[in-house]
């Protein structure tokens, strides 16, 4: 299946001034509803063990709202239910791969970016129904990462409306600007207290199908879902294919330009 669709155009210039201004903008809905459904149903499939993709790692949702006691990561689900909170290495996956190469997408690659395009995680997020981890205030960025480069461009997908009841993210619109706050990944009580007061933060509430362009560097966070519906979205984080790994040197998988990864032909 081609996921590929022609729902926008060019990518017009205000656009790219919101998003320098900002560290974010929607990009719109690129996602038609047999889109949307067959990636759910994918994702379905892959949690409760009905399809299994190699390399692809399942971390459950904690059984309360703490961050810091969440479960660890398992390759293959570790029981089959729909109350995973993440799923990682999307990207061997075929259907999410032919999305994660959406023209799109390569248009602002190649803008940000530039050729040659790597990824360094591409994750499911769920917060299931009536639950979810909240997640605290926090940059995408971090020595955990163990990159020698800072990705700046992060795409995120809702697979599900995203609202303030659900756990929509919240963000510090032009916090990117302020920089690393903290190389290990949150932002200090100090620092939110500057910059994530109420007055300073918006709700990113967005529909099924809509994706948003985010800089790694801008401020966000997330709450729980108090609705009966899953939160269920796609986050890709680009990078220049010249990124290593810290620990071992290895290179991330290609996504755009030369050796790029191939969705199989069916």
Request: with cysteine.
């Amino acid at each position: 299946m081609t996921m590929i669709s022609s729902l926008l155009g060019l990518f017009e210039e205000t656009h790219h001034s919101h998003f320098d201004e900002h560290g974010y903008v929607v990009l719109g809905r690129l996602l038609s509803g047999g889109e949307l459904s067959d990636l759910r149903r994918r994702t379905d499939d892959l949690m409760m063990g009905r399809v299994t993709i190699p390399g692809v790692a399942f971390q459950l949702d904690g059984k309360g709202d703490n961050y810091g006691k969440l479960e660890k990561r398992t390759f293959g689900p570790s029981e089959h239910t729909l109350d995973y909170r993440r799923i990682d290495e999307l990207h061997n996956d075929p259907l999410y791969l032919s999305y994660m190469q959406h023209p799109v997408f390569r248009q602002l690659t190649r803008r940000y970016i530039g050729e040659d395009v790597s990824i360094f995680r591409s994750m499911f997020m769920n917060k299931p129904a009536s639950g979810g981890t909240e997640l605290p205030w926090h940059q995408d960025v971090g020595e955990g990462w163990g990159l020698d480069t800072t990705p700046a461009t992060t795409v995120w997908t809702a697979l599900d409306d995203a609202t303030v009841e659900s756990g929509c993210m919240q963000i510090a619109p032009g916090s990117h600007k302020l920089g690393i706050l903290n190389a290990r990944h949150f932002v200090s009580e100090k620092d939110q207290a500057k910059y994530c007061t109420p007055d300073k933060v918006i709700d990113l509430e967005v529909e099924a199908g809509e994706a948003v362009l985010i800089h790694n560097l801008t401020i966000h966070r997330s709450g729980l879902n108090t609705t009966d519906e899953p939160r269920r979205a796609l986050s890709v984080a680009y990078m220049d294919a010249a990124t290593r790994n810290t620990r071992n040197g290895d290179p991330f998988p290609i996504i755009f330009g030369k050796d790029a990864l191939r969705p199989p032909v069916e």
